[in-house]
């Protein structure tokens, strides 16, 4: 059984692996942008590397890690860029 939680990525992505061993999770969801925005900067590729592995270190196996998409999306709209 999988059980995990939202987590912070307050400190730059790559922590949201440790913010979920912290807390007994095997799974976790979390934001990879200011989800009150609509874009953001790509992640650096050192930023990207310590993530995964932070991953592979904790054990976290990437099917159960689950990206959260932002908040202004809006799937009914008739503008394509916001669907």
Same mark, same amino acid.
């Given at each position: 059984?999988?059980?995990?939680?939202? %987590?912070?990525?307050?400190?730059? %992505?790559?922590? @949201? !692996?440790?913010? @979920?061993?912290?807390?007994?999770?095997? @799974?976790?969801? &979390?934001? &990879?942008?200011?989800?009150?925005?609509?874009?953001?900067? !790509?992640? /650096? /590729?050192?930023? %990207?590397?310590?993530? +995964?592995?932070? &991953? +592979?270190?904790?054990?976290?196996? !990437?099917?159960?890690?689950l990206p959260?998409?932002?908040?202004l999306i809006? &799937?009914?709209? /008739?503008?394509?860029? +916001?669907?």
């Amino acid at each position: 059984m999988f059980i995990g939680a939202h %987590v912070s990525t307050a400190g730059g %992505v790559e922590r @949201a !692996p440790e913010n @979920a061993r912290a807390i007994g999770a095997n @799974a976790f969801a &979390l934001f &990879l942008k200011n989800q009150r925005r609509w874009f953001d900067k !790509p992640y /650096p /590729p050192e930023r %990207v590397r310590r993530f +995964k592995e932070n &991953l +592979k270190r904790l054990g976290f196996s !990437p099917e159960y890690i689950l990206p959260h998409a932002g908040y202004l999306i809006n &799937l009914c709209s /008739p503008d394509g860029e +916001k669907a």
